[in-house]
């Protein structure tokens, strides 16, 4: 292993604490010790997301795409439709994930770099009766972010029964986020984000809409991802029962624990204002100093945990950086994989000022352009 600064958009640097509760030793999964760290980590998930006292957190042991396995399987059924807002890869992979499980999806895909138009998703909730619609607040292939308070409001104005679910994986954690505010009924990401854990862990949230929705299909799509079998486990770890239907990923539970606590002390608001500030600062050094092309086209649709950024030479530029001890990553969409880079700027590296992660990186991709 390396001690190179990774900012790449997940796996992220992780905290001393988060590194310390890793090494925790192993305790059983239905210990009361365990049951009492899960409850809080269960509790504060609820803090971070938003969530107030209804619905349910869910936390597995898995990527962030178990979350779309979960909201494909879980609440809709073969047939249902579903509308796709795509701003990327990701949004496109959903779009799979969900035709997997039989739903009838419409896909709206927003110019590259760019949100889908508000006027476009009003103008097919009116035309169509949508069982769901999913959003991905940020993609993490082009750094756009999708306004999420707008779009909930005209769901409900237009289509109240359509259920609202949201890919949070590259935003829960650095940027406004209100699950119960703006009505959403499911939200996912993961734990190598934002949250500053290591990879392993499907973090979620369900309002009661969706846990009822989930409770009441007539039959199960898939085991594992089943939230029949899951919502009584995590109702009982919440309250600090132990309960039993697959074995939690215990050590990361634990650093989970850590990391909301974290997050929390530092208050959820003042963490994403920092995400900002320091996305603000990435981003005009890039842009004004170096004169590089933002993949996202203006401030209004530009993420705060990562930036994507075009270059000549993708590959020089990641190779240049990473003889400096830092890890970039290269494009994923599709349409401009060879033409820019991805640096993530989530947790620690974000919110630490003393470390000068995002410093050491601006200087590293100005000597290797």
């Known amino acids: 292993m390396t001690d190179d600064i990774l900012l790449i958009p997940g796996p992220i640097v992780i905290s001393k604490n988060v590194q310390a509760a890793l090494g925790t030793p192993s305790v059983s999964h239905t210990s009361a010790e365990f049951a009492s760290t899960f409850s809080s980590a269960l509790k504060n998930v609820r803090k971070v997301f938003k969530a107030g006292d209804s619905g349910q957190p869910v936390v597995l042991a898995g990527s962030g795409t178990l979350g779309w396995d979960i909201a494909a399987s879980n609440l809709v059924q073969p047939g249902d439709k579903v509308l796709v807002l795509s701003t990327g890869f990701f949004s496109d992979s959903f779009a799979e994930c969900l035709k997997v499980y039989g739903a009838d999806v419409d896909k709206i895909t927003a110019p590259l770099g760019d949100a889908v138009p508000l006027d476009a998703i009003r103008d097919a909730l009116s035309k169509v009766s949508y069982n769901m619609i999913t959003i991905t607040h940020v993609d993490t292939s082009t750094a756009v972010l999708t306004e999420l308070e707008p779009i909930c409001k005209a769901v409900k104005e237009l289509s109240p029964e359509t259920l609202i679910v949201v890919d949070g994986v590259c935003s829960i954690g650095c940027e406004v986020f209100e699950f119960e505010k703006w009505g959403i009924d499911y939200a996912l990401t993961a734990s190598q984000k934002a949250l500053g854990v290591p990879p392993g862990l499907s973090v979620s949230m369900l309002s009661d809409r969706a846990v009822k929705v ?153 000597e290797s352009l």
Not at 221 to 236: C, D, G, H, Q
Not at 311 to 328: D, L, M, R, W, Y
Request: net charge positive.
């Open 214 to 366: 989930a409770q009441e299909r007539p039959f199960e799509s898939s085991f594992f991802a089943s939230l029949k079998r899951w919502l009584p486990i995590m109702v009982n770890y919440e309250q600090g029962k132990p309960a039993y239907f697959a074995t939690p990923a215990v050590q990361l539970v634990n650093a989970l624990d850590v990391s909301l606590r974290e997050i929390l002390d530092q208050g959820i608001d003042a963490r994403v204002a920092k995400h900002k500030q320091t996305s603000d600062w990435i981003k005009a050094k890039l842009t004004k100093e170096l004169g590089l092309k933002l993949v996202s086209v203006n401030d209004k649709v530009s993420a705060h945990g990562l930036t994507a950024a075009y270059t000549e030479n993708p590959p020089k530029v990641i190779s240049g950086v990473k003889q400096h001890g830092i890890v970039i990553a290269g494009g994923i969409h599709k349409q401009i994989k060879d033409k820019y880079i991805r640096i993530g700027h989530m947790g620690v590296s974000a919110c630490d000022d003393s470390r000068q992660d995002m410093e050491k990186c601006f200087e590293a991709i100005k």
